[in-house]
């Protein structure tokens, strides 16, 4: 292959992946591209490398450092590898590191070269060896008492996507400083080493072991534990129909429901089985809403169902859509809807189970999330905290509350993510979907719906009105500049529509500001990395912009809130909240001017 045309230290980064690479699958696609002599895309595929985001590595599978590929995957395994020897040492030997992966292309080919890394250095290793849901791993991480944990999966990303998520030995997502400090190690070992591409060789090493059977019956005893007793769940006219979006989630999701003694779903059969093309959803998101869930319906209006519930493709995230009796359409909950939801039905469900609240009982969700689970808490009398946006942050304080003598609950994330329980200490879609189907049958006993649920928890514990969205930017400076612009030297906006809201306060986590504080330092960390900023206006909405760490997006979110106690007009709040919204995307984002991308659904 000719790079004599590339400058001297962009050529050395591509012979050196040439050199190192000992698979064919993007050799093809990088002589094409250096016969194109296409000097920028070589750039943006080898100047630099993938560096651990919100759910670790994630990038489209292509030739080059700055993708997912085989070289990549074993550079990064390797990393971790010698990171976790660094820190656990000859123990990481016999407790070993726990592997699954998704139904995507490479996934199980990635997973093996990571096990083929591992098992090189006489490490045991747990690797389910079939396509498994990212709850899973985090959950068999703690089963086990492994040293770590990786789940091979790009989640609801595009087919030619996939990613490298990192657990660390509590069952969470790797944050600082063990993210860095892979990344310090992966730069120090980038060359292969000896037989690491053999990965048939790892089926006859006795320290490879698949626990998938073990692993599920422990999984689904924790699952059940959850549950209230006494409730007859089969006695229900409750058919639930379900999707797992070409995913890996219809046969764990099965067997939850047969383990939990529910009636079976009826599956999507045009989505029911793993599918790396997604030939029906091109974008495999169940929160995009009915866009994504329009053969769910078809398939629930055909068996005379009325609840949907849907998995994204590696099951960790759970949507939901209920037809309410005498209703003419379908209601597709929102994440924050859903949070409310489930954040009421785990206590209601766990003073069932135990008779009352435990005194140091918590709730988390993360600080774009909806105010609603605060509200819950406050009224029932737990506790609650706001963290960061991300389960690894979610996960890990849980973990440190635990450790305190807490009992952790639940946690949500308005992205349509849910921990119940402490079992998995990341999102999960499998047992939020057990914990909904068990709601909507006990309100069915109570003659309610889900629906109904949620008018019951905002009269009950105020109204929290939001609106989420989010802009495509496929150009990072224009991301920066957007940002830039509204941070300005510290002179952030004071207003919009010409004065007529005011902003009260801003905290912006991205250059560590809150002008709340004394000393005007955020409680919360403070990430260089991604862009964040939220405005609080005076008459009480909360607007908060960012930007996605694994995706090319500007996301929005914003929320209005009332008091309880209050007599609230909803349609006048509804109004003030649209205009307020529309507002902040024209004066702030300016769309038009920057060539943004609305998300369409």
């Not at 509590?170 to 037989?195: A, M, R, S, W």
Request: hydrophobic share 35%; proline share 4%.
């Amino acid at each position: 292959m000719d790079t004599s045309f590339l400058p001297e230290q962009l050529e050395l980064l591509v012979k050196n992946w040439i050199c190192w690479n000992k698979s064919q699958q993007y050799a093809i696609e990088l002589e094409r591209i250096l016969m194109a002599k296409d000097v920028n895309k070589i750039r943006d595929m080898f100047d630099g490398r993938l560096s651990f985001g919100t759910a670790g590595l994630r990038s489209a599978m292509a030739p080059g450092f700055k993708r997912i590929n085989e070289l990549v995957v074993i550079q990064s395994a390797q990393g971790l590898l010698y990171y976790m020897i660094s820190v656990f040492g000859e123990a990481l030997k016999s407790a070993g590191i726990f592997l699954g992966y998704d139904g995507r292309y490479n996934s199980k080919r990635f997973a093996e070269l990571s096990a083929s890394v591992f098992l090189r250095h006489s490490v045991k290793v747990y690797l389910i060896r079939t396509v498994c849901p990212t709850p899973f791993v985090a959950f068999g991480v703690k089963e086990y008492k492994c040293c770590g944990g990786v789940m091979v999966t790009a989640s609801h990303n595009p087919k030619e996507d996939n990613g490298y998520k990192v657990y660390w030995n509590n069952g969470t997502q790797v944050i600082t400083p063990h993210d860095k400090n892979i990344q310090n190690y992966i730069l120090e070992h980038l060359e292969p080493e000896e037989g690491v591409w053999d990965v048939e060789k790892i089926y006859s090493n006795p320290l490879l072991v698949d626990p998938l059977d073990d692993l599920q019956k422990k999984y689904y005893s924790c699952v059940n534990e959850m549950l209230i007793p006494g409730l007859d769940k089969k006695s229900t006219n409750i058919i639930f129909t379900y999707t797992p979006m070409h995913g890996v989630g219809y046969s764990y999701i099965r067997n939850a429901f047969e383990k939990a003694n529910f009636n079976p779903v009826v599956a999507v059969e045009q989505q029911k089985h793993p599918d790396p093309d997604f030939p029906t959803v091109p974008f495999p998101n169940p929160e995009e809403g009915k866009s994504a869930l329009k053969l769910a319906i078809e398939t629930a209006e055909n068996n005379g169902s009325r609840i949907i519930l849907a998995n994204d493709p590696d099951a960790d995230r759970l949507a939901v859509a209920e037809h309410p009796i005498g209703s003419e359409g379908w209601k597709v909950f929102t994440g924050n809807e859903l949070g409310a939801l489930l954040g009421w039905w785990m206590i209601d469900s766990y003073k069932k189970i135990h008779g009352q609240a435990h005194p140091k009982l918590v709730m988390l969700s993360s600080t774009v999330s909806s105010a609603v689970l605060k509200s819950i808490a406050k009224v029932e009398g737990v506790l609650f905290e706001e963290t960061l946006t991300g389960f690894k942050w979610m996960g890990n304080r849980a973990h440190q509350l635990a450790a305190e003598g807490y009992e952790v609950l639940y946690a949500f994330e308005e992205s349509i993510g849910y921990m119940c329980g402490t079992a998995v200490l990341d999102k999960d879609g499998i047992s939020a979907a057990i914990k909904i189907a068990e709601m909507a049958i006990y309100l069915e006993k109570e003659n309610s719906t889900l629906s109904s649920a949620l008018e019951t928890i905002y009269n009950r514990y105020g109204w929290h009105l939001s609106v989420n969205s989010y802009f495509i930017c496929n150009d990072s400076l224009t991301i920066k500049n957007i940002f830039e612009s509204l941070r300005h030297d510290y002179n952030y906006p004071k207003s919009i529509m010409n004065g007529r809201y005011s902003i009260k306060s801003v905290r912006d986590l991205t250059v560590g500001y809150d002008s709340e504080t004394d000393d005007h330092k955020p409680l919360l960390p403070v990430s260089k990395s991604t862009q964040m900023i939220t405005f609080n206006f005076d008459n009480g909405l909360k607007a908060t912009l960012r930007t996605s760490g694994t995706e090319p997006k500007i996301k929005y979110y914003a929320e209005l809130c009332t008091d309880p106690k209050d007599c609230v007009d909803i349609d006048k709040l509804k109004t003030i909240l649209k205009e307020m919204v529309e507002a902040i995307i024209e004066e702030f984002l300016k769309p038009q001017k920057n060539s943004l991308i609305y998300r369409s659904t």
